[in-house]
């Protein structure tokens, strides 16, 4: 599309993940902690932040948007790999004060806090409803190389949502990695990633194609695939 910024194209300084405004206007996050907004013609967007774009106190590691525009940012506590920090900012990029204790930041544990080993965020999504929002990824339970997928979810004011165990978990039986996950439009969550196969017993490495669906309260859909996940043979 050549009427976009220049030739079709938009040069963004370490993109690491983009969303939509409900008005077309383009968010994006990079790794240097940067917000930045362009326009739906793909120009910078002045009206956000300074100048078309808001610094970030932490790296984000996923972030979404709200039914009324707000931006929601998870990342990593650089004080406690345990815990999650969860900011708010409104649709034109300032600071939230209305969200967490003034600053627009709640700091919360994650996929099972202190009680498993290391973890890593994939996805965030928000709720239209109700602006609730889920953080999924993946978690290593005991700590031996084999990860589970996780999900963890929050109210729109960024305590835990306590429908929600402190830790959901997928078993595969082999290592797996949640990689992205969507709403459907009953709010369900559809979680995809890969399955792989590869120890001592299995030398050549096999991946599958690995899908898990779940209520809005992490527990498995059973009326996917009967018990809520399926390995596609690829």
């Known amino acids: 599309d050549l009427t976009f910024g220049s030739d079709g194209k938009v040069l963004a300084d370490s993109p690491g993940a983009a969303a939509l405004q ?17 326009t739906t013609d793909g120009k910078t967007d002045t009206s956000f932040g300074v100048n078309g774009a808001t610094g970030l106190k932490y790296s984000p590691a996923a972030f979404a948007v709200r039914g009324d525009n707000k931006i929601v940012i998870a990342s990593y506590d650089p004080s406690n790999s345990n815990e999650v920090i969860l900011s708010r900012y409104t649709a034109n990029g300032q600071v939230d004060t209305s969200f967490g204790g003034g600053d627009g930041e709640i700091t919360e544990p994650f996929f099972g806090g202190d009680q498993t080993g290391p973890k890593t965020i994939s996805k ?6 109700n602006n609730r929002i889920y953080l999924l990824g993946n978690v290593s339970p005991a700590d ?3 990860y589970d997928w996780a999900l963890a979810a929050y109210n729109d ?6 429908e929600f165990s402190s830790l959901t978990t997928t078993h595969w039986g082999y290592t797996s990695f949640l ?14 990633g890969a399955f792989a196969v ?16 779940y209520d809005e309260h992490g527990q498995p859909d059973t009326s996917f695939s009967g018990d809520g996940q399926k390995l596609i043979n690829f």
């Open 124 to 129: 965030m999504l928000v709720r239209p409803d």
């Open 22 to 38: 409900s008005d077309g206007k383009i968010l994006v996050v990079s790794g240097t902690r940067v917000l930045s907004r362009y």
């Open 157 to 162: 004011t960024g305590d835990p949502y306590s």
């Open 179 to 192: 990689n992205d996950a969507a709403l459907t439009p009953d709010n369900k969550i559809v979680a995809v």
């Open 198 to 213: 590869s120890d001592s017993h299995h030398p050549d490495v096999q991946e599958d194609f690995a899908v898990a669906r």
């Open 144 to 146: 031996n190389g084999l």
